[in-house]
């Protein structure tokens, strides 16, 4: 139930042509307090309630708690969450031992793609893509969490 992982930005849509399989996202959050989150997602035909805690020191880790709900469950607890639902298309690309999961989002976030790898352990070595960017893990404004409450289209982009 630890996650860990780490997140770039994408410097290019070249990953699109790597990519595997791909899906829509919608996720809100019914809860985004600093020592905790309570996420709703609805991936494709799926529905999950998550609960993250907060992150170690690096931003690298933290407590992950996932379990699927049905899709009439996330639908109507997703009309429940806190103001701002984020909507994204996330890609699936394998590079060596490890799966990047892609999010080009759209709506009040549209213009931010994000890269995020799992590890089985905070200094796994893993292969950098040409299309991977700026390293960003620990960067609390790009959690989705924050991205809900600050869209990435309010940002200050010079």
């Not at 770039?8 to 595997?20: H, P, Q, W, Y």
């Not at 607890?77 to 999961?101: A, D, M, V």
């Amino acid at each position: 139930m630890q996650e860990i992982e780490r997140k770039f930005l994408v410097n290019n849509l070249k990953f699109k042509e790597e990519a595997v399989s791909s899906f829509e996202i919608a996720q809100g959050f019914l809860n985004t307090h600093a020592e905790r989150t309570v996420r709703i997602r609805i991936k494709g035909n799926q529905g999950f309630l998550t609960i993250k805690g907060k992150s170690n020191e690096s931003g690298t880790s933290r407590f992950e708690w996932e379990t699927e709900i049905s899709i009439a469950e996330a639908k109507q607890l997703l009309k429940l969450c806190e103001k701002g639902i984020i909507e994204k298309k996330r890609y699936n690309i394998p590079s060596g031992n490890h799966t990047f999961e892609v999010d080009e989002f759209f709506g009040d976030n549209e213009g931010l793609i994000i890269a995020e790898v799992e590890l089985q352990h905070e200094n796994e070595a893993f292969n950098k893509p040409d299309w991977l960017g700026k390293e960003v893990t620990g960067q609390t404004p790009y959690y989705n969490s924050q991205l809900s409450k600050k869209p990435y289209k309010t940002w200050n982009h010079e």
